[in-house]
């Protein structure tokens, strides 16, 4: 079975400072993908950056970065340059190729950007 | 991009009344959606895959026959809370897969249900 680890339940950072928050994930799998979501307090969950296991490079998406350690099975987001709009929820997911291509998520992680 | 409509976004009902949620994928047909549900500042519980003209994939302790799944086309699948008690009352929200981008899981914006 497939699981996703979020160790942060909450988070705070300045505005204009970079945050990472921490993902682990733990499959048997060889090919999978890696998700991050972010969950305003609407409710609607926006797609910020993937990374496939097959990807050599670490994905970046603007100010958001994910740094992929295969070894270590850890999936971090890095949000650079924090602004006050980036309080939010924020989820990492684990899609399993094949095998219904359900996606697994964490428990979240709280942030919150203050001035 | 890729659009996910959900309806409706909240939906009061009466205890024992069903109650229909619609996800519609606007501009990219889905052969897969998946229902979520979610409870205040937890994560997203995936409670069934639905594909298209098949019956849908339940997950383990989901009850069938209190959350019916209906995607009768490429563009469109309906949850429905049947009997619905005070305890139903939750955040779900649907998600569409958009099978030619490897990355592309498209979630509509979500319906909180309040059971009375």
């Known amino acids: 079975a497939q699981k996703i680890t979020q160790t942060q339940p909450g988070m705070f950072v300045q505005e204009k400072e970079a945050v990472t928050l921490d993902c682990t994930y733990d499959t048997s799998d060889q090919s999978y993908g890696l998700f991050w979501y972010k969950q305003p307090s609407s409710g609607e969950m926006i797609f910020l950056i993937y990374?496939?296991?097959?990807?050599?490079q670490n994905a970046t998406e603007g100010r958001y970065s994910l740094n992929f350690q295969k070894a270590r099975k850890s999936a971090n987001l890095v949000i650079s340059a924090s602004q006050l709009g980036d309080s939010a929820m924020y989820f990492c997911a684990m899609r399993r190729i094949g095998g219904g291509n359900k996606l697994t998520f964490g428990t979240g992680t709280q942030l919150k950007v203050e001035l | 991009g890729a659009v996910v409509s959900q309806h409706p976004s909240r939906v009061i009902c009466k205890s024992g009344t069903s109650v229909k949620i619609e996800c519609r994928s606007l501009?990219?047909?889905?052969?897969?959606m998946f229902w979520y549900r979610q409870f205040p500042k937890q994560s997203l519980m995936l409670m069934a895959t639905?594909?298209?003209?098949?019956?849908?994939?339940?997950e383990q302790g989901v009850e069938k026959d209190k959350f019916l799944i209906n995607h009768a086309s490429l563009t469109l699948s309906t949850l429905t809370v049947t009997s619905a008690h005070p305890e139903d009352s939750s955040f779900y929200i649907c998600?569409?897969?958009?099978?030619?981008?490897?990355?592309?899981?498209?979630f509509g914006s979500g319906t909180r249900l309040t059971v009375v």
């Open positions: 501009d990219f047909q889905a052969t897969t």
């Open positions: 639905s594909n298209e003209g098949s019956k849908a994939t339940y």
């Open positions: 990374q496939g296991s097959y990807d050599e």
């Open positions: 998600s569409a897969r958009m099978e030619i981008v490897e990355y592309g899981y498209t």
